[in-house]
């Protein structure tokens, strides 16, 4: 592995009133080019890692510990500083797409300024590069750039935010549960496209999923997340078939077997379990 461009050393998240921990010394670290999963149960903090790395925690809850980005501790900015590195340095691309456009202005408006606050590019040097992103996300891209958020379905408003996060080149990509909105097709199609501008650009991307297929299909290593606290690490390939922690085993026997293969792992169970 190179250089790390994001380590978390021993990252603390509580409910500061109730003294609740939310996530407990956490370590994790994703260098340039590494496409690195963190999955495990809804509710069990995956999230909140996300949200702690910009400083978008929500009001009662605080981090302690260190996020080293290119060597500077994040947890140690202003929110000024934070805004600064958001989008262009570190994209983040929510599963809640609601809030990613502003909803009574073109999506193309929206867009080009975006570009254009990053990047020295002229009005339409920004739409061009609006417009590729847009249909490399498999969308109309000239219909969609003329629209209003309203009058686009969920999935392609959500399609439409990813293309606005991958027309800033980030360093980082952090991608929460991106494709649930997604019909599978667009889903593969969006993830395509991530793990190509990732090769291309050697974008590091830390992409956080429910789906086990996914992390394993898309992703160079995976964290395993349990109530707050990482539980096992490795390969996608150590995880699916040698896994040592007894919740990995559970997580992995709630797959059933990808198409085409044995399921490989001990089921503890036979019912897809939600997470
Ligand atoms: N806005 C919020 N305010 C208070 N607690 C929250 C908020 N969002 C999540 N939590 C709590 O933080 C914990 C971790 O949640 P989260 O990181 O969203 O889980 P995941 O993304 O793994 O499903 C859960 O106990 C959840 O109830
Ligand atoms: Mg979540």
Not at 199 to 209: D, F, P, R, S, W
Request: hydrophobic share 40%; with cysteine; aromatic share 4%.
């Amino acid at each position: 592995m190179s250089e790390p461009l994001l380590t978390i050393e021993d990252l603390i998240v509580e409910k500061h009133k109730e003294s609740k921990v939310i996530i407990s010394r956490l370590n994790l670290q994703v260098a340039s080019g590494e496409m690195i999963g963190l999955i495990g149960e809804s509710g069990c903090g995956k999230s909140m890692t996300a949200r702690a790395i910009l400083n978008l925690l929500p009001g009662q809850m605080n981090a302690k510990g260190k996020i080293l980005y290119k060597n500077r501790n994040l947890l140690g900015l202003s929110r000024q500083e934070h805004r600064k590195l958001l989008g262009k340095e570190i994209g983040i691309i929510f599963q809640d797409y609601r809030g990613s456009f502003t909803p009574f202005i073109r999506i193309g408006k929206q867009m080009v300024e975006t570009i254009q606050v990053h990047n020295p590019l002229s009005k339409n040097e920004a739409k061009a590069v609006a417009l590729e992103v847009l249909a490399e996300m498999g969308l109309e891209a000239e219909r969609v750039y003329s629209n209003y958020p309203f009058q686009l379905s969920g999935g392609q408003v959500q399609r439409a935010a990813i293309a606005m996060s991958l027309a800033l080149k980030p360093s980082l990509l952090i991608c929460d549960e991106v494709t649930t909105a997604l019909d599978v097709m667009s889903g593969e199609k969006v993830l395509d496209y991530i793990e190509k501008m990732s090769k291309e650009t050697g974008c590091a991307v830390l992409m956080i999923t429910h789906d086990l297929t996914q992390a394993y299909k898309r992703t160079d290593r995976i964290y395993v997340m349990e109530q707050g606290e990482i539980v096992e690490t490795g390969t996608p390939e150590v995880i699916r078939c040698h896994h040592q922690h007894p919740y990995t085993k559970k997580l992995c026997g709630c797959l059933l077997a990808l198409p085409g293969e044995e399921r490989r792992s001990e089921p503890t169970n036979e019912k897809v379990m939600s997470i």
